[in-house]
């Protein structure tokens, strides 16, 4: 039986020490189905509303007992007796119940608990493992969606047919809001696009990370420290110093940049950039005002100079003028990603593909707030050729729920964080057990799904 028997949430501690939700769901007579949700830091305002107590006296105000007690009342009364194996009408009821466009009155924190709990719940009663039960709901999704036909699917035929291995996209050096702005950029990272098994891919990351580490160290910067995503924190003296360090670190593991390891950026630039005056403002660059078009020359010339295959919001989140050049000029060389541009959203993503701005997306669950929201944006963004990269928030716990999804739905890409805390490792080592488990079940694409890019 997949009927709900009881709800039940608590206020538990992310990565960063904060007050976070965590859900438990059960069916009859079997254990209960849990589920934690993550934060962030750098968050778009298009997002989902998290709600928080706003007490000072109590965490800064940063609790989530207003969230606990919205799961443990009203969604609990409406999902008891339910069947937790309908996921869509579970989402449904959750979006019903709430009742506003941001999720702001019972909170996308509860509601997220609620819906991938649910999820983790019918698993339970089925006695299937988390990948093969997200398997199922992706599968039962697809299936409902039967008539609409992919628009163009040329540059991600390789997503979504099956089971896969995801190609890692892995923090190396943390900047911006990550690691107390010593850098404007907020992420330098690595992708081993030229791996050929997932753990060949981890292997080759955790070698970097390493002699990156020592690297630093040598030349007199820290590298040991390190910023809320496990990247090193150094203090440097401008952003491209950051890349040509990365690439120092694939030379010294025996790696060929490009070819076996490519960069990978996360901008973030909405944290620097002045709407009044639609400019632009690095601390690389002193005073001076940076318009689109000086944003767009620097990272061309960036592409032009280092092994670069991923932007991530290179632009800001209301410069869509902005964002529509850079795709034009870059486009067709690198994934060009949207974060806080499309913050997981169906409407904002179909206003991407309509302009034809940007080219990938940033699938975050708790930037929509349900599971079958966030399936609905991905399978938008697979059937129009934009690569959906599933990722972690920030403030991340030991929830593995976004390894197992991303395998379950053949995504392409993940984006966790680095490799030197718990809660990023516990969603790479799921992922070697996945790899384990599901053999061919799961191939691993890695670099292969950006062949449509000229290099």
């Not at 628009?151 to 099956?162: N, P």
């Not at 900047?175 to 690595?190: E, P, S, Y």
């Not at 930037?367 to 920030?394: C, F, K, N």
């Not at 990023?424 to 691993?444: G, M, V």
């Amino acid at each position: 039986m997949t009927q709900i028997e009881y709800v039940q949430a608590r206020e538990v501690f992310d990565s960063r020490g904060n007050p976070t939700v965590e859900v438990e769901i059960c069916c009859a007579n079997c254990r209960p189905g849990r589920a934690i949700v993550p934060s962030g830091a750098s968050t778009g305002k298009f997002e989902a509303v998290e709600l928080r107590d706003e007490d000072p006296d109590r965490f800064d105000g940063l609790g989530v007992t207003r969230a606990v007690e919205n799961v443990r009342r009203e969604i609990a009364d409406a999902l008891i007796g339910q069947d937790a194996a309908d996921q869509r009408a579970i989402d449904d009821r959750l979006l019903e119940l709430d009742g506003t466009e941001n999720k702001s009155r019972l909170g996308a924190n509860a509601i997220l608990g609620a819906s991938l709990a649910a999820a983790y719940a019918s698993a339970e009663a089925q006695q299937q493992s988390p990948v093969e039960r997200f398997a199922e709901i992706w599968s039962e999704y697809l299936e409902s969606q039967t008539g609409v036909e992919p628009i163009q699917r040329a540059r991600t035929s390789l997503l979504a047919k099956s089971m896969s291995l995801p190609l890692p996209m892995v923090n190396m050096i943390s900047g911006g809001l990550h690691a107390g702005r010593n850098l404007d950029f907020q992420d330098f990272l690595i992708l081993p696009v030229g791996a050929t098994s997932y753990r060949q891919a981890f292997e080759w990351i955790v070698t970097i990370y390493r002699r990156l580490g020592q690297i630093l160290n040598k030349t007199g910067h820290e590298g040991t420290l390190i910023g809320d995503e496990g990247g090193y924190g150094p203090k440097l003296s401008c952003n491209s110093e950051a890349v040509k360090y990365v690439v120092g670190a694939i030379e010294a593991a025996g790696l060929t940049p490009g070819d076996d390891v490519a960069i990978g950026l996360d901008v973030a630039s909405t944290h620097f950039y002045d709407a009044e005056s639609n400019t632009y403002h690095l601390n690389a660059t002193g005073e001076e005002a940076l318009s689109a078009d000086d944003v767009i020359n620097m990272l061309e010339r960036w592409v032009d100079t280092y092994p670069i295959v991923s932007i991530e919001d290179g632009l800001a989140e209301d410069d869509w003028e902005g964002w529509k050049k850079l795709t034009e000029r870059l486009g067709h060389r690198v994934q060009l990603i949207g974060d806080d541009l499309f913050v997981t959203n169906r409407q904002r993503l179909q206003q991407g593909i309509s302009s034809q701005t940007a080219n990938s997306v940033l699938v975050k669950l708790n930037q929509i707030g349900t599971l079958t929201e966030t399936l609905e944006t991905l399978r938008m963004a697979i059937d129009h050729g934009y690569w959906p990269v599933v990722s972690a928030r920030s403030g991340e716990t030991e929830d593995t729920t976004i390894a197992d999804l991303v395998v379950a739905t053949g995504a392409g890409q993940l984006k966790v964080g680095s490799v030197g805390r718990s809660e990023r490792l516990a969603k790479y080592n799921q992922l070697l057990r996945l790899e384990e488990l599901l053999a061919d079940r799961a191939p691993y694409h890695g670099g292969g799904i950006f062949s449509s890019l000229q290099r």
